[in-house]
């Protein structure tokens, strides 16, 4: 785990980093206040966002709530997984998607949901579907809501910053200083830092959510002590989602999920939001998984 924290830690001082650098480009003399301009304004959007995060994926999934008397079975598994933790019991619910899946979300352990889809029930056994609640119980303890909520601000400010920039140059000049960009050299690199931060931020944004999702799957596997169901789970998983259509999921919460609701053939790793099918199967091996 130690390995794990030490790279998102990494990466996220590489975003802060391109906010700074983004900032310096495109603000000229003006570049402390579009970088402070930026952060309070995606600042306020992404803490709602992070404050809210159960309530709108639960809403943007259309998850309903289950009680114990309709699954019995799952408040089994979820609470001795739970007391197992040390973590509260969190909330269940039951997304309509034909799609095997499942995401947990929500600002600290005390308020956090985990759903299933209606479709994970169809392709799993008990034992591998704990496997899965392993996982998302896991990024309930490890607090990855909130590591997701301050990436997303800082790749937020990024990119307003950049959009900012480009609305000022259209309708005034922007924020540029006038002596820095008489060279058409400087010129050439304020247009491409316009580009670039944005795409730099969105990159490091998904290594983050990949390194998380990582994460996850060590702590999951050792909190079920045994990495094979997971394993299997991820696998029969890939292949059922592969036969049924995908979910109609807002794109802003598709990190979430045990695997990625979206289909997304030939996606470069570095825009990828979950580690590919194969690195998660390997690391898991490492840990003793028999698949």
Known sequence: MGRNVFKTAALMAAMSAVLVLAAGAIGGRNRTQWMVMGLVVAGVMNLGAYWFSDRFVIASTRSRPVSEQEAPWLYRIVRRLADRDGIPM?????????????????RNPRHAAVAITEGI????NEEELEGVIAHELSHVRNRDILIGAIAATVAAAITMIARMA???????????????GGSPFAAVGWILSLILAPLAAVMIQAAVSRSR??????????????????????????????TVPPPK????????????????QGISK?????????ERIALLREMGARV
Not at 121 to 124: P, W
Not at 166 to 180: L, V
Not at 270 to 278: G, I, Q, R
Request: avoid cysteine; hydrophobic fraction near 45%.
């Open 270 to 278: 570095l825009f990828m939001s979950h580690p590919p099918l194969e």
């Open 90 to 106: 969190p909330r269940l619910y039951v997304m309509p998607a034909a799609q095997p899946n499942a995401f947990a979300t929500g």
């Open 166 to 180: 480009m609305w000022g140059a259209m309708f005034g000049g922007g924020g540029r200083d006038d002596d820095e």
């Open 121 to 124: 029930l169809n392709v799993l």
């Open 249 to 264: 999921v807002n794109p802003a919460v598709s990190h979430v999920f045990l695997q990625s609701p979206l289909r997304r």
């Open 213 to 242: 999702e990582s994460g996850a799957d060590r702590s999951g596997a050792r909190l079920m002590g045994d990495a094979t169901p997971l394993a299997q789970a991820l696998l029969k998983i890939d292949r059922a989602a592969a």
